[in-house]
């Protein structure tokens, strides 16, 4: 299986603050590597795809960048919506793995 | 608009069977992947397995001896069952359409949730 590490588990940031967030793969995964945004109560929901890729309807305050075994999220002039826990997952072979997550507060 | 919703029991006994089902409305089963996927409370995310639209599937290994997936396309629903369960099994339980877009297999669309327990 593929392990997937990210850091930090948590992070705590001001509103207009920029935060990254970082997801490492055990292998090279090229750039299948995909972001989720998972508020609280609710299901995950799609904010990255193929590592860089913004999906529509996503602000533009969120990119992702990176390639092989190293990925970032940025969080650019974070909100107060922006409370959630963040997720990377590799979609390069199976079993589908999960980073264990990221929670962001927002001070 | 593509929706899914879980349906499932909430209170499952040690070793019985847990069986959920995952209704699709706004878009046809007969394409792309569907799968499920669990949560521990307070925990991280688990992908379980999927079915592709044309009957082939797929299982994380450390749950295949317990795991089916299976369709129905008439009535756009897919379900998930998970035998011999444990209280390590007592999660949200989420269904997904994933698409491997270039190979990317991302998860596009996810239904609400559903907790499943296992306690007797």
């Known amino acids: 299986d593929i392990q997937m590490t990210q850091s930090p588990s948590s992070l705590s940031a001001s509103v207009g603050d920029r935060v990254t967030i970082t997801c490492r793969a055990s292998q090279s995964i090229g750039k299948n590597l995909h972001w989720y945004e998972q508020k609280p109560g609710k299901a995950p929901n799609l904010l990255i795809f193929?590592?860089?890729s913004l999906l529509s309807g996503v602000p533009s305050r969120f990119s992702g960048s990176g390639s092989g075994t190293d990925f970032a999220l940025t969080i650019s002039g974070l909100q107060p919506g922006d409370l959630a826990t963040y997720y990377c997952?590799?979609?390069?072979?199976?079993?589908?793995?999960f980073g264990q997550g990221t929670r962001l507060e927002i001070k | 608009q593509v929706q899914l919703q879980e349906s499932g029991p909430g209170l499952v006994k040690p070793s019985e069977t847990l069986s959920i089902d995952c209704t699709v409305s706004g878009g046809s089963i007969n394409s792309d992947y569907w799968n499920w996927v669990r949560q521990p409370p307070g925990k991280g995310l688990e992908w379980i397995g999927n079915m592709l639209y044309t009957g082939s599937t797929d299982y994380n290994p450390s749950l295949k001896s317990r795991v089916t997936i299976s369709v129905d396309t008439s009535k756009t629903q897919f379900s998930l069952k998970l035998t011999s369960v444990t209280a390590a099994d007592t999660a949200i339980y989420y269904c997904a359409r994933a698409r491997s877009s270039g190979g990317h297999y991302h998860f596009d669309y996810w239904g609400q949730g559903t907790l499943v327990t296992v306690s007797s």
């Open positions: 193929a590592a860089s």
């Open positions: 997952q590799q979609g390069y072979s199976a079993p589908y793995t």
